[in-house]
């Protein structure tokens, strides 16, 4: 798993073992080893008391960054494994119908624009 820690900092990203060996850079920080469900940590990662802990312990500079040792730190508060799973499900489930219906809006946004363009040409 990528962890943003500088620029944007808190995105996550899960690297897909197919594109194995990759390289990163300085503004990211690579979670290996956890003992978390990958949906669960996903949600974990995105949720209110990580984004204080980002906002409270930044080191300041041309753009905020987050050190290793920061996110060595950082706290996940983790229930059991069945638990994390059934959250991380959930969440994920619950961001797929999100993006899916983002994209219906993206459409329908497209097909007004074609409907105006066609009324007053």
Same mark, same amino acid.
């Not at 900092?9 to 979670?31: D, E, H, M």
């Given at each position: 798993?990528?962890?943003?820690?500088?620029?944007?900092?808190?995105?996550?990203?899960?690297? #897909?073992?197919?594109?194995?060996?990759?390289?990163?850079? =300085?503004?990211?920080?690579?979670?290996?080893?956890?003992?978390?469900?990958?949906?669960?940590?996903?949600?974990?990662?995105?949720? #209110?008391?990580?984004?204080?802990?980002?906002?409270?312990?930044?080191?300041?500079?041309?753009?905020?960054?987050?050190?290793?040792?920061?996110?060595?730190?950082?706290?996940?508060?983790?229930?059991?494994?069945?638990?994390?799973?059934?959250?991380?499900?959930?969440?994920?489930?619950?961001?797929?119908?999100?993006?899916?219906? =983002?994209?219906?809006?993206?459409?329908?946004?497209? =097909?007004?624009?074609?409907?105006?363009?066609?009324?007053?040409?």
């Amino acid at each position: 798993m990528l962890f943003s820690i500088a620029g944007t900092l808190g995105r996550t990203a899960i690297v #897909n073992k197919s594109i194995l060996p990759a390289n990163t850079n =300085q503004a990211l920080a690579i979670i290996r080893g956890y003992d978390f469900d990958t949906n669960f940590l996903i949600t974990s990662l995105a949720g #209110n008391v990580v984004k204080e802990y980002i906002r409270r312990n930044p080191t300041v500079g041309a753009q905020p960054n987050l050190s290793l040792e920061q996110v060595g730190n950082l706290l996940v508060n983790t229930p059991n494994a069945e638990e994390q799973q059934k959250i991380g499900s959930f969440f994920k489930q619950l961001d797929e119908t999100i993006a899916l219906h =983002q994209r219906k809006l993206d459409l329908l946004k497209e =097909q007004k624009k074609g409907f105006l363009q066609k009324m007053f040409v």
